[in-house]
């Protein structure tokens, strides 16, 4: 069969895995570092802004989303798979405008990337993560307008699972690095209002 290897795996999805294990290990790394870093005396706790659980319902939505448009393109089920992915498509940049959005709410606060210690990992922390959100947010664009365009259909079933792999996968990170910031705070949260 083209495009796999020698055990049948498309050689898409392998190197996404790849991928994926690079990237997993460059977050664990970086809260590798978070660990190590917490114990010297200069690192003070910084309050999380509360919009952080609704842009976590908005990831959970995303992957859910490519979840049900994975099954409609195994079915191929076009109407049902553009209505999905346009759903993932959304509420993947209400993410992104979310995480701006409490960036802002953060430096309104004070607590500023070079504030201390803990503000500067957590910048690191959910801006690398809103990177690696934008460029699947890339490959999920392309995916979209292949469901409404021309593509192949045959194809567009691997497309969509490649981006539901993605995003399960970064939910996945995004749940550790949440649990992670909720650790460094005594009083975890924010209000809007600051």
């Given at each position: 069969m083209a495009g796999t290897d020698g055990?049948?795996?498309?050689?898409?999805?392998?190197?996404?895995?790849?991928?994926?294990?690079?990237?997993?290990?460059?977050?664990?790394?970086?809260?590798?570092?978070?660990?190590?870093?917490?114990?010297?005396?200069?690192?003070?706790?910084?309050?999380?802004?509360?919009?952080?659980?609704?842009?976590?319902?908005?990831?959970?939505?995303?992957?859910?989303?490519?979840?049900?448009?994975?099954?409609?393109a195994r079915k191929y089920d076009t109407a049902r798979l553009r209505m999905w992915l346009g759903v993932a498509c959304i509420v993947t940049v209400g993410f992104l405008l979310g995480q701006l959005l409490a960036w802002n709410q953060l430096t309104s606060s004070g607590s500023v990337f070079t504030g201390n210690p803990a503000?500067?990992?957590?910048?690191?922390?959910?801006?690398?993560?809103?990177?690696?959100?934008?460029?699947?947010?890339?490959?999920?664009?392309?995916?979209?307008?292949?469901a409404w365009g021309e593509a192949p259909v045959k194809r567009l079933p691997l497309r969509v699972e490649l981006c539901a792999i993605y995003w399960h996968f970064l939910l996945f990170v995004w749940f550790a690095l949440l649990i992670v910031m909720l650790g460094w705070a005594r009083d975890p949260f924010i209000s809007a209002h600051h």
């Amino acid at each position: 069969m083209a495009g796999t290897d020698g055990i049948g795996l498309p050689k898409a999805k392998i190197g996404l895995l790849v991928f994926l294990t690079v990237v997993g290990m460059f977050f664990a790394l970086l809260t590798c570092g978070y660990l190590m870093r917490q114990e010297i005396a200069d690192w003070r706790t910084m309050p999380l802004p509360r919009i952080l659980w609704f842009t976590t319902g908005l990831l959970i939505l995303g992957s859910v989303s490519l979840h049900c448009a994975l099954g409609c393109a195994r079915k191929y089920d076009t109407a049902r798979l553009r209505m999905w992915l346009g759903v993932a498509c959304i509420v993947t940049v209400g993410f992104l405008l979310g995480q701006l959005l409490a960036w802002n709410q953060l430096t309104s606060s004070g607590s500023v990337f070079t504030g201390n210690p803990a503000n500067s990992f957590f910048y690191i922390l959910t801006g690398l993560h809103g990177l690696h959100i934008l460029g699947g947010l890339v490959a999920l664009g392309r995916t979209t307008a292949a469901a409404w365009g021309e593509a192949p259909v045959k194809r567009l079933p691997l497309r969509v699972e490649l981006c539901a792999i993605y995003w399960h996968f970064l939910l996945f990170v995004w749940f550790a690095l949440l649990i992670v910031m909720l650790g460094w705070a005594r009083d975890p949260f924010i209000s809007a209002h600051h």
